[in-house]
Structure formats: structure tokens, C-alpha cells
């Protein structure tokens, strides 16, 4: 009941179509992470895995997210840069599919955000080796705590396992919900560097 889509209204670049919705879904102040979305990877046995990560900007090129390239998701998009994004926006009834190839960011972007961030978050990427066990959470603790005193005037530096990645699109799908279950559902794909628009059935 919120809106509709047509394969004749859309805008003819998917990202631009993107900006569109992420626009509107942020200006409704209905969701509390607009950027919050589910990234899926394929680990080396094949399993998918999906989780959510922030989207920290988006431009021509494609969805930018940071993490810790060390982690599952790092040696998984490493070895498989194929992957998907997927956003719920509920309150809109919209759901956004993007398939596309991951790729590390330069070191220069990563060093830049990094510092860009709120010095705990930046702490925090210090102390944790993220995704390998860890006996307990009062270690992580106590190497936070030494690091506080450590970097209480000083820079602290970027991980060098710490960094972003790019996703390029090859497809997108955006989803509408509409009555009687006939939701709105337009595909792009890129075909020989255009984007072809069609209509799938709900
Ligand atoms: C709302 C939300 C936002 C998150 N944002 C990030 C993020 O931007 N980067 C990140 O590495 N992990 C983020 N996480 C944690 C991941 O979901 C995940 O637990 C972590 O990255 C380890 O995943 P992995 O072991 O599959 O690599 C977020 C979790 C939630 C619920």
C-alpha cells in the first residue's frame, strides 16, 4: 500500500534507484538502521553465510562496508569475491537484492574512515581478532583497557587486517510490496555494460 513499481518509472542506473529509496526510507525516520545490511558470502566448503554490516557510503561504483579482513567474511570474500547485499525496510515494505564483487578498498580509504570513527570503535578493531574463539570476555577487557592507557594521547593506528571493501553491482532487485500479495518486483542486470530492466513475478 505504500507505493509501486514500474518497469517504465524506474530510474534506467539501479544506484541512482537505490539513492532514491535510501532517501526516503532515512526521511520516513521508520527504520533505525537504514544502512544495516545483510552481506552473504560463500565459505571455502561452499555454505553461504549472511550477516549484517553497515553500508558506509555508496557512489557510482558501488556499496562500500569495513570490517576485519581476518575475520570469516574477510577470508571468504578473499578467496570468492562474489557476493550479495540485501536491506529490509519494513515500514516502506521494500527489500533490495545486489549481487555483486567484492574487492578491498585502498589503504588510503581504510586509514582515512578508520580515523574517522569514535576513538572506542577504533580501540575496538584493536583488540578483537574478530570471528577466532576466545576463552573469555575478560580478556578482550583487559586489552581494551591496556590500550586506553596505551593510545591516551597518541593516534592509534589502523590495523593493517582492517579495511573496507567495495562491492561493484552486476544486478540489482527491488521489491515492492503491494496487495493481494502482486508485490513489485524490478530486476537490472548488467548486460555489456547496460542495464537491462525487467519485471519478475512476485
Ligand atoms: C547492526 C549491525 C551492524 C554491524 N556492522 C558491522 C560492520 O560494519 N562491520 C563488521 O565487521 N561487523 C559488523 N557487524 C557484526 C557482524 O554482523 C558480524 O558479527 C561480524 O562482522 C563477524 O562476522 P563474520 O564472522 O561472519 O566475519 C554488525 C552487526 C550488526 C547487528
Known sequence: MRDN?????????????????????KESGGVDEVNAMTLSTIDSEGFPRGRVV???????????????????????IDANGKVSLSFFWPNMERQVIVKGVAKRTSVEDATNYFHSRPKGSQLGALV????????NREILEKRLMELEIEYTNKEIPKPEHWGGYLVSPISFEFWQGR????????????????????????
Open 5 to 25: 513499481l514500474s518497469e517504465t518509472s524506474v530510474d534506467a542506473n539501479p544506484l541512482q534507484q537505490f539513492r532514491t529509496w535510501f532517501y526516503e526510507t
Open 54 to 76: 553497515l553500508l558506509k557510503k555508496y557512489d557510482e561504483f558501488g556499496f562500500y562496508f569495513y570490517t576485519n579482513y581476518n575475520s570469516e567474511k574477510g577470508k571468504s
Open 128 to 135: 578483537s581478532d574478530q570471528s577466532s574463539v576466545i576463552s
Open 179 to 202: 496487495p493481494n500479495r502482486l508485490h513489485d518486483r524490478i530486476s537490472y542486470n548488467l548486460v555489456d555494460s547496460d542495464w537491462l530492466i525487467e519485471r519478475l513475478q512476485p
